[in-house]
Each structure stands twice: as C-alpha cells, then as structure tokens.
C-alpha cells in the first residue's frame, strides 16, 4: 500500500513523500501529483523518499516523468533521503547519475 | 533457517493489486531466513518486477492465474513463476538498459525513457533469470546465490 503526503514551503518548493512501495500502482498517482504541483506553480519539487520501501521500474519511470515535467517548467525534480533498495535500484539502471539523490528534503535545494 | 529447499507458494489472479501479495510471500520467505539485506533488497526487486511484467503483459484483459514459488537453499534463493498467460516475446539476453544521459541538457533528460527497464533490472538484479514458453503455460526461473 501507499500514501502520499504533500506539501509546499514558504521557498515555493513542493515536497512530495511517497510512504510505502512505490509499484505501477502507485506511479499514475505520483505522475499525477507532479504534474498539480507544477501547475500550481511550484515547479522545484522534492521528493521525499525515507517513508519509501521499495521501488519497482513503473516507480522510475513516474520519477523520470516527473523530472521531465519540472525541467520543462524551468524547475527541478529532486530525489532526497533514499533508502537502500531505492539506491540499489538507482544504481542498477544507472538513473542516479539523472536523479542524483540528495541527503536530505531540508538542504535538496540548497546552493541554487 | 529456511535454507532446506521450503517453499513459499501464492496463488492468485494476476492484477496490479497482487503485487501486494507478492511481497507479502517474500516477507514470508526472508522471516526465518539470514540472507544478507542488500542479497535480499536485489532478489526482491527481481521478482517484483518480474511479477509486473506478468500482470502488464500475459492479461490482455483476460484472468490469468499466476504461481509464485519461493524457496531459500544453503547456497542461494530461488523464484519460479507460472502463468497462463499471453506468450511473453522477450529476449532476456538482449534486455537492454536505457540510457542514463546528461542531467544537465534538457534535451536529453527529455529524451529519457519513462520505460523499458523493467527486465533488464530483474536481470542486473539476479544471478539467473530464465523465461520459458511451454504448451499454453510461462514459466520464470530467478536465482540470487548468497554472498559470501
């Protein structure tokens, strides 16, 4: 199962946290959430994945297309706080050097 | 340790809800066994996405019954899925990653595939991946042997 919690800070950064796996259950849903951030204007998102279990190729793809939205928009998408099995698969589709996670939600969008 | 060849067995109707289940079988599977987490974390992103490729592609639309059997063995674990599904058209030995691309050229982070990686990462994933067709049934064979 997964729940999704948003919100946006005072920044205008919208952060986004999948809490559970995130399978081709679940991406319709995070495609969904991106593309509604970005129309309300928060174009830099974060996502939040310390809450996220697992992750599954349908869950890459929603993060690519994501990616693809926010860059479109002239933002960002920005992945922070992965466990391991997202790191693995981060690291066996070679998207970390795409997606390059961040330590954590608060610094994700420091230096910019 | 659940390293003498026990199965753990789920049955059911291949939907995207079943998923669930299947990583319920595998939480079965790893409760009485010492695999190390990252042999475990690689195993279970293998028969997931293996797991998906059979709820996207064998239904068309049909009920399809699929089988899991998960067992762990002294010097490995081992998946094998059966389905009556649709003939999956895969070749596994060509099963190609997308590209990664530069992060920094909008172009090419536009360029990027949203999918496609599905089996190539079971197969990074595993040490064996198998795909059989035989009469009207698919057959999956997934092994990850234990680090040492």
């Known amino acids: 199962m997964i729940e999704f919690q948003t919100h946006t800070r005072d920044d205008g950064v919208g952060v986004l946290a999948p809490v559970g796996r995130l399978t081709m259950v679940a991406a319709p849903q995070l495609r969904g959430l991106v593309s509604q951030l970005v129309e309300q204007g928060h174009a830099r998102i974060v996502v939040d994945l310390s809450g996220t279990d697992f992750i599954d190729s349908s869950g890459l793809g929603a993060l690519i297309a994501g990616l693809k939205t926010t860059r479109q928009a002239g933002g960002d998408l920005r992945l922070a706080a992965v466990g391991p099995q997202v790191q693995a698969v981060l690291e066996l589709t070679n998207l970390h050097r795409v997606l390059r996670p961040r330590p954590d939600v608060a610094g994700a969008f420091d230096g910019d | ?148």
């Not at chain 2, 199965?7 to 299947?22: F, G, K, M, W």
């Open chain 2, 1 to 148: 340790m659940a390293t003498d060849g026990v199965e753990h067995v789920l049955r059911v109707n291949a939907r995207p809800e079943s998923l669930e289940q299947v990583h319920e079988l595998l939480a079965a599977l790893w409760a009485d066994d010492a695999m190390p987490t990252l042999d475990r974390m690689h195993f279970d992103t293998a028969v997931a996405e293996v797991a998906a490729n059979i709820v996207e592609h064998a239904t068309r639309g049909q009920d399809v019954t699929l089988v899991l059997r998960v067992s762990g063995w002294p010097d490995r674990v081992e998946a094998r899925f059966e389905d009556d599904g649709a003939e999956a058209h895969v070749d596994l030995a060509a099963a190609a990653m997308p590209g990664s691309g530069d992060p920094d050229d909008l172009d090419a982070v536009l360029a990027l595939a949203e999918d496609g990686r599905g089996l190539a990462l079971a197969r990074a994933a595993v040490d064996e991946l198998v795909y059989e067709r035989e009469g009207s049934t698919n057959r999956w064979f997934l092994v990850r042997r234990r680090s040492r």
